[in-house]
C-alpha cells in the first residue's frame, strides 16, 4: 500500500478523488489516497497544484515524485526545498482545449468577424478576407501545446513557422530556434501564437524590438504566460498600428487588475485564464500511470528540467 497525498487545493478534491481512485483501481495499484496531510515521512507521491498546501517539501523524505496538476511550473520549480523529481501536466483534454481556443481565436483575427458581430451601423463591408494559406502565422513555442496548435491551425491551410529553444523538424512547418532565429520566426508573420513558458530567457520575449518584426496590423494570441509580453511596448505597438490587435488570456497579475490598461484598450481581447484547463478524468489517468512507473522503477514522463526551467 502506498501513500498519495493530494496536495492541490481542497476545492479541487470533491472533482478529483473519484478519477483518481478510479484511474488507481484500474491500474491495480492499492493506495491510501488522502487530502489531508498524512506523517509527511510516509508520502509515496504527492498531487500538487499552484496555490495547494506545500510550500516546504523537505519532510517529504521518502516521496518519489511530485506530479503537478498544471501544465507551467514557474511557481514550483524554483522552490529550493524540492529536491524530489518534478513532473509537469500533458492533458490531452487539456490540450484539447488550448487548441480548440487557439484556432477559434485565430479564426476570428482571420476571418475579421467583428466587423459583421459589432456592426451598429449597419455598414453593408463586403471585403472578403484571404484564404488561410495567404494568412502566415507563427507559433513561439513547439511543445506539448505548440506542436498540437500548430498542427490544427496547418490542417486549416495557414501556413506555419514555429519557434523553439532547441532545433527540430517538424513536418510541413518552417522551424526556427535559438536567439538567432526568432526574427526569421516572427518577421511578416500576421497570426502570433505564444505558447512558450515562463523562463528568465522568455520573459519579454515580446518587447518593443520584436514586436516591430511582425506584419504590419498583425494579430498576437497569448495562452503562454503573461510575461512573454512586455505590457508598455504592446500598447504602444497597438496604438501604433503595428499591432492589429492582441487576444491575451494570462496576465502578470492575475486576476487583471480593474484598472490595467489592457480591460479598455479596444485592441485587446480578455479572457480569464480559460485558454486550457486540466480536467479531473484526463488528468487522473496521467498522473497514475507516472505512479505506476514510479512503482515499477519505468523513468517518469514528463520531467521537468531543473536547469532549463520547464
Ligand atoms: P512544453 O514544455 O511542452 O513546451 C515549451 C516549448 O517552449 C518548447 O518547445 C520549448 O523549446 C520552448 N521554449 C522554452 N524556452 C524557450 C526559449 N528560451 N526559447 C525558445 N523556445 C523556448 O510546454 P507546453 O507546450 O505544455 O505548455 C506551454 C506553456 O503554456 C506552459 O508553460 C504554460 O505557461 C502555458 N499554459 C497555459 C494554459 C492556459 O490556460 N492559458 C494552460 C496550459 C499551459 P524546446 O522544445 O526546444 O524545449
Ligand atoms: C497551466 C495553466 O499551466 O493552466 O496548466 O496555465
Not at 486549416?156 to 510541413?172: N, Y
Request: net charge neutral; with cysteine.
Amino acid at each position: 500500500m502506498i501513500t498519495i497525498y493530494f496536495a492541490a487545493g481542497k476545492n479541487r478534491w470533491p472533482s478529483y478523488e473519484a478519477p483518481l481512485r478510479a484511474a488507481l483501481q484500474d491500474a491495480g495499484i492499492m493506495a491510501d489516497l488522502r487530502c489531508d496531510c498524512p506523517d509527511p515521512a510516509r508520502v509515496d507521491y504527492i498531487i500538487f497544484a499552484p496555490g495547494g498546501e506545500i510550500d516546504d517539501f523537505t519532510p517529504f523524505r521518502r516521496c518519489k515524485a511530485v506530479l503537478n496538476l498544471w501544465a507551467g511550473v514557474e511557481r514550483i520549480v524554483g522552490n529550493p526545498t524540492l529536491t524530489q523529481p518534478l513532473c509537469r501536466m500533458v492533458d490531452p483534454a487539456l490540450t484539447a482545449g488550448m487548441v480548440e481556443w487557439v484556432v477559434g481565436h485565430s479564426l476570428r483575427h482571420h476571418l475579421g468577424m467583428d466587423r459583421h458581430i459589432v456592426n451598429p451601423s449597419r455598414e453593408w463591408d463586403a471585403t472578403c478576407p484571404p484564404i488561410a494559406a495567404e494568412r502566415p502565422v507563427t507559433v513561439l513555442g513547439l511543445g506539448a501545446l505548440g506542436q498540437a496548435c500548430a498542427k490544427a491551425l496547418q490542417s486549416l491551410g495557414f501556413p506555419l513557422r514555429g519557434w523553439s529553444r532547441t532545433a527540430k523538424q517538424i513536418a510541413g512547418l518552417d522551424t526556427y530556434h535559438g536567439q538567432d532565429g526568432l526574427k526569421a520566426a516572427l518577421t511578416g508573420a500576421e497570426i502570433i501564437v505564444l505558447l512558450l513558458p515562463k523562463t528568465a530567457e522568455t520573459e519579454n520575449i515580446l518587447n518593443k524590438e520584436t514586436l516591430a518584426w511582425p506584419a504590419r496590423g498583425a494579430a498576437i494570441l497569448n495562452p503562454g504566460r503573461g510575461h512573454l509580453i512586455e505590457d508598455a511596448a504592446l500598447l504602444a505597438a497597438l496604438d501604433a498600428g503595428a499591432i492589429g490587435h492582441a487576444t491575451l488570456d494570462v496576465f502578470r497579475v492575475e486576476p487583471l487588475p480593474a484598472d490595467h490598461p489592457f480591460w479598455s484598450h479596444p485592441g485587446v481581447t480578455v479572457t480569464p485564464h480559460i485558454a486550457a484547463e486540466t480536467r479531473p478524468k484526463s488528468a487522473s489517468a496521467v498522473v497514475v500511470e507516472n505512479i505506476r512507473r514510479g512503482q515499477v522503477g519505468l523513468p517518469l514522463l514528463h520531467l521537468v528540467d531543473r536547469a532549463r526551467g520547464y
